[in-house]
């Protein structure tokens, strides 16, 4: 499904990050070795968002903002990689900001 401008939304039923991760890379590697001709000498790069419904209950645009998250870490840390949405790390985070 395209969420808007040059983003998309994947689902599957898979839910091991190792397998998924597995997934994302070689496309990771097909698009950023494409020779796009409208492109000329600008490298075309894909950066990948993931998240996982671990739970029942969780709303697919919680799931979204959730992947979309990791999406733009994706583009922080360098593009043309795939990163996972961690809800550990975040919670943590939002309780040490929740503290002061």
Do not use: W
């Not at 395209?2 to 590697?29: C, H, K, N, W």
């Not at 993931?50 to 969780?58: K, N, P, Y």
């Not at 961690?86 to 040490?96: F, G, L, P």
């Amino acid at each position: 499904m395209r969420d808007g401008g040059e983003e998309f939304v994947l689902m599957s039923t898979e839910t091991d990050t190792e397998r998924l991760q597995a997934y994302a890379e070689p496309m990771i590697a097909l698009i950023s070795s494409h020779p796009f001709p409208h492109a000329g000498e600008t490298p075309v790069t894909i950066s990948i968002g993931m998240t996982i419904a671990e739970e029942t209950g969780l709303d697919l645009q919680s799931l979204i903002n959730e992947a979309d998250q990791a999406l733009y870490t994706s583009k922080n840390n360098g593009k043309n990689r795939c990163t996972t949405f961690d809800r550990i790390s975040c919670t943590s985070a939002e309780q040490q900001q929740n503290a002061y």
